[in-house]
């Protein structure tokens, strides 16, 4: 994913909810949350409904997996 995101100039978003849900936080989250550590691979970002709803709005076309 990160080699296709450098690729294509793609932003690496996941989900906070999903990604607190198993586990996974940047920097950021684990601090808020008291986390031992951050987990969160190179190359990709947090973000909310918010911010998916403005891409989404700016986009031509969304692909979900």
């Known amino acids: 994913w990160q080699s296709l995101a450098a690729s294509h100039k793609v932003p690496l978003i996941s989900c906070i909810s999903a990604s607190l ?31 998916f709803v403005t891409a989404s709005a700016q986009a031509d076309r969304l692909i979900q997996f």
């Open 21 to 51: 849900r198993r586990g996974v936080a940047d920097e950021q989250v684990a601090q808020e949350q008291k986390l031992m550590s951050h987990n969160l691979a190179d190359g990709f970002a947090l973000g909310g409904l918010g911010e």
